[in-house]
């Protein structure tokens, strides 16, 4: 009877996709979503291009939605895969890895093409003065350095929660993760209000289009990492992360020490280096 039972239950796994996988492998399922995704990014795009030249904002706030919509059905689905249907084995998890390590490199090299920007500017500048004559840039020691330390605490953090979950402290998991969260939303806010401030605008100049280019993105950066951590936190509370496995925790992780690198660049070299003798703002 026992086995009649078991053979019953591996069969109604089976006849929902919910079986056991058979190989080390992910063979992945056909999904709808990378085509929806290819749409809606493709509408948000135009969008974009529409509102930049004062076309509206609707067609760029739907494709915005869509673009969202598609990322909680894709993840939910690879969620499920990973904690829920064991596709993701250990062979899979190296594959993983090697991805999202392939992706930070290449943002690095997104990034090299602002530094390289802003640097080519600042060493051979037209009419020989860096910054341009005018440009009043922000005191590193302020607003600036708050935020570097906010971003190097929360990468102490992050370290905190990750170690709590390798030995099993799942409330110093969500300890860490809550106070990751926070201090990157304070990241935020303050960059927020120091733009909102500043002496210059994106359409000044080589300074500002350089400085907005390279500082928002990495703003912009920090928003996506805050977020993929914000999910790791929903995550670790529905109990989904375990010590041996919990890559998407990791993943995050990287993400979120990548993003603190950068900014340790982008203090050193544009806020600091780059304000070379002109005057900062307020002074």
């Known amino acids: 009877m026992t086995d009649i039972h078991a053979d019953a239950h591996a069969a109604g796994h089976d006849a929902h996709g919910h079986g056991a996988p058979k190989h080390p492998y992910h063979l992945v399922d056909p999904s709808p979503w990378p085509v929806f995704g290819a749409v809606a990014g493709g509408v948000m795009a135009f969008g974009g291009v ?5 076309e509206g904002w609707w067609l760029l706030a739907l494709g915005t939605l869509l673009v969202l919509a598609t990322m909680f059905v894709w993840w939910r689905d690879v969620r499920r895969e990973a904690t829920f249907e064991g596709y993701h084995t250990p062979v899979v998890q190296i594959g993983l890895r ?13 990034f090299a ?10 060493l051979f500048p037209v009419g020989g003065v860096w910054p341009p ?5 922000f005191n590193p020691f302020e607003f600036p350095f708050l935020n570097t330390l906010i ?11 990750h170690h709590a979950l390798l030995e099993g402290n799942f409330k110093g998991l969500v300890q860490g993760l809550t106070v990751t969260v926070l201090l990157g939303i304070s990241f935020t806010c303050v960059q927020a209000y120091e ?4 002496a210059f605008t994106f359409s000044g100049g080589i300074y500002p289009s350089t400085f907005f280019m390279a500082t928002g993105f990495h703003g912009f950066h920090v928003i996506i990492g805050t977020t993929f951590l914000a999910v790791c936190w929903w ?8 010590p041996t496995h919990h890559f998407g925790l990791e993943a995050a992780a990287w993400y979120w ?9 982008l203090f050193v070299c544009i806020y600091w280096w780059g304000m070379g003798a002109a005057l900062p703002l307020g002074e």
């Open 133 to 137: 004559k005018g440009i009043h840039p």
């Open 235 to 242: 995550r670790a509370g529905k109990g989904d992360f375990t």
């Open 151 to 161: 971003l190097l605490l929360s990468g102490t953090t992050v370290t905190w929660a």
């Open 195 to 198: 733009y909102s401030h500043a």
């Open 50 to 54: 529409m509102f930049m030249h004062g």
């Open 98 to 110: 090697f991805g999202m390590a392939l992706f930070i490199a290449s943002e690095v090299m997104f």
């Open 113 to 122: 093409a602002f530094f390289w920007a802003f640097f080519t500017s600042s």
């Open 257 to 265: 020490h990548f993003v603190d690198v950068v900014w340790l660049f």
